[in-house]
T-cell receptor, first 111, second 111 residues
Framework: KQEVTQIPAALSVPEGENLVLNCSFT??????LQWFRQDPGKGLTSLLL?????REQTSGRLNASLDKSSGRSTLYIAASQPGDSATYLC??????????FGEGTQLTVNP | NAGVTQTPKFRVLKTGQSMTLLCAQD?????MYWYRQDPGMGLRLIHY???????AKGEVPDGYNVSRLKKQNFLLGLESAAPSQTSVYFC??????????FGPGTRLTVT
């Protein structure tokens, strides 16, 4: 059974800092890995999707990497801003069309 | 283009009552999902559908039923609500690039 773990569970940083969120998964036979953002009381918004054949994806200040063989992904956020405060979840797609989610990292960026 | 919408946003039920949650998407997606989100347990898949007229069980299907009579709608039913079904329910659809789009959620309390 696929298991997804995110470390740390919570992170607090000052504005302007670069930071890395970690995601690990137990079964390397994945189709893709996605990073999502969830604001309090809201649904999830997809940030980046990395196909299993890719090593990284970038969108603005966000960069996600994937090392499928070691079962790891990182989300790098450059020059963090208070508006980046949210919970970040990673999810892997394995069999068929199903996603397995981690529990998320709650990020607080302090002004 | 409204994306994924969910009805209702909030609901309080008494144990034993029934209700149906409605999910609608206007992106012509084949795949649709129902998840529940609970503190400390992350997002868990309840049921999903790979196309009109099809449904399949996810990780936690017991106590729920679903129907996909029209491509744009995916209904989640609780026949006899239990306090353990108190949760936030999210609907999602998946596009051809495997990106998942989430609705805003339904907060359900069963007393």
């Amino acid at each position: 059974k696929q298991e997804v773990t995110q470390i740390p569970a919570a992170l607090s940083v000052p504005e302007g800092e670069n930071l890395v969120l970690n995601c690990s998964f137990t079964d390397s036979a994945i189709y893709n890995l996605q990073w999502f953002r969830q604001d309090p009381g809201k649904g999830l918004t997809s940030l980046l999707l990395i196909q299993s054949s890719q090593r990284e994806q970038t969108s603005g200040r966000l960069n996600a990497s994937l090392d499928k063989s070691s079962g790891r992904s990182t989300l790098y956020i450059a020059a963090s801003q208070p508006g980046d405060s949210a919970t970040y979840l990673c999810a892997v797609q394995t069999s068929g069309s199903r996603l397995t989610f981690g529990e998320g990292t709650q990020l607080t960026v302090n002004p | 283009n409204a994306g994924v919408t969910q009805t209702p946003k909030f609901r309080v039920l008494k144990t034993g009552q029934s209700m149906t949650l409605l999910c609608a998407q206007d992106m012509n997606h084949e795949y649709m999902y129902w998840y529940r989100q609970d503190p400390g347990m992350g997002l868990r898949l309840i049921h999903y559908s790979v196309g009109e007229g099809t449904t399949a069980k996810g990780e936690v299907p017991d106590g729920y039923n679903v129907s996909r009579l029209k491509k744009q709608n995916f209904l989640l039913g609780l026949e006899s609500a239990a306090p353990s079904q108190t949760s936030v329910y999210f609907c999602a659809s998946m596009g051809r690039a495997y990106e998942q789009y989430f609705g805003p959620g339904t907060r359900l309390t069963v007393t």
